[in-house]
Structure formats: C-alpha cells, structure tokens
DNA sequence: CATGCAGTACGATCGGAGTCGTACAAGAAG
DNA sequence: CTTCTTGTACGACTCCGATCGTACTGCATG
C-alpha cells in the first residue's frame, strides 16, 4: 500500500474521456438511450446506485465482456454517463446534474420505463 | 360528388396505421427522435403548425420525395406523428396529447433542441 | 514471479437504417 | 381524356451499429 496522489477532491481519478455539459447533443443522447440494454443500464444506475460508482459486473447482465464495453462506451460518449477507472475496475455513473440541466425531464422518462418482455 | 361516410366527427380521413397509445415504446420513439432531419421535422411542427395537418412540401426540406416518404412513415410509425390522406396529399401532426401522456416533457426536450450547423 | 480477474482492442459478421433513382398509382385540373 | 401533382413502392447501395470470439493489457494477490 503506497500513499496514492489525490487527483480530485474527493480523491477519485479523473474520468475517461467524455463530452463536456456544453457539448451534450439531444440526437446523440437520445441514439444511446434507443437501445434496451442500454435503456436498463440507465435505469439501474438511476434506481439502485444509491450514488456509488458501479463496474459492468454489478449489472448482471448475460452478455460478453466485448459487448458490454461497446454499450458502456457508447452511454459515456454520448455524455450520459461518466466512467473511472478504479484499479482494474471501471466503474459508471449517470450525469444526473448535467442531463438534467440540458435536458430536464429526460432521465425522469428514462427511471419511468419498463422493459419490454425479454428485455 | 357522391355523399361521403363522415369516418370521424370532424370528417377528417382516417389516419393511416399507427401504434396505439398503450403500445407506444419509448426505446422506439428515442430512436425515431435520434434522426437530426426527423428531430427538425418534429420541432417544427412543434413549433408553427398552429394545429393544422401539413404536407411534407410545407417543411422545405431538400431531399428527394422517397427520402421523405421514409422519414415521415418513421415517425408515424414510432407513434410520433398521425398521417391522413386528404385527396392526393398526406398531411401529418404530432400525436402530442398521446405522448405528453405516455412520455410527459419529451416533447418539450424537442420543442427546445436547436439543430447543429449543417441540419 | 505466477496466477487470476476486469476490461479493452481488434476484427469478423450481420442486419438494419439512411439515401436515392426510377417507375408507378391516384386524385386534381384543364 | 390528358396532364400535372403528391406521394408510394421497389430496389440498390452504403454505412453504421449490435454482437461476439479471441487475444491482449494491467492490476491485484498469493
């Protein structure tokens, strides 16, 4: 156990690369929400984060790993959600304030959905 | 000119397939919304309809007429707008009623989005 | 160092969506 | 009836995204 740089306040390290606020587009977000496996990642991390980061494990979701890191990527590029990297863990979570301040209303429709059967 | 069947109290046309209320899929709407040209057709009809119907002609977007014809049925078909055929023109509006109902704010989420350069 | 684990990178495949040209159908108007 | 107009139908092309297997990187732990 080495004595660790504190890159932020709170001591997290920084996020992998992601659209600022300003440069949040609705059609880019609204593509990454299009998709159900993403529609239940969101929602998920909405519900029961209880404001902790997640890794794609806590999910439970039954797909590869290589498929898993293409949605994952796709929510933190369209600036839906925000990823760091915790040892080997990368953990998300959503960009509540900064969807909301652009976008307010969206994650309310996002908490609100229900799956389809098979989703 | 014969006597027609009025079809609906006002005696508009019936409205061409669409999905019921109740069958509205938000995953099918976001994916209708996430196309800039749609989005700009939407937000327009949002915005100037004053609750008339209009005809693709009346948006002025410069695409080929088969384009168009698959824009429109993508909406129409997500749920988003309602078509009717008044003589040889199709006119469309936005199914607003149906969809505050079902996805109350996203509507407002496209009356406020501002097109990129280039849309 | 050796092993195990989280996740990425790369590349292949596949299907679906956007784009459009052309031909066609149907109502409107002369 | 003939012509014009609005829009569809069909098919081709292209591109992107979803899916996944395999190999690999990087950290952690014994």
Known sequence: ???????????LPDPLPEPAVGELRLE?????LSDPLRLRIVRKLLLES????H???????????SS?????????EAGV???RQYGLERR??????DLNARFPG???????????DGD
């Open 1 to 11: 156990m080495t004595i660790e740089v504190l890159p932020e306040p709170a001591g």
């Open 81 to 83: 959600t925000r990823q």
């Open 106 to 116: 969206l994650l309310d429709l996002v908490a609100a959905w229900t799956p389809a």
């Open 28 to 32: 880019t977000v609204l593509s990454a």
């Open 92 to 97: 998300s979570h959503v960009r509540v304030a």
């Open 50 to 53: 209880e404001d902790f980061d």
């Open 55 to 65: 890794t794609c494990g806590w999910f439970g979701l039954d797909r590869p790993k």
């Open 68 to 76: 898993l890191t293409h949605h994952f990527r796709a929510l933190r």
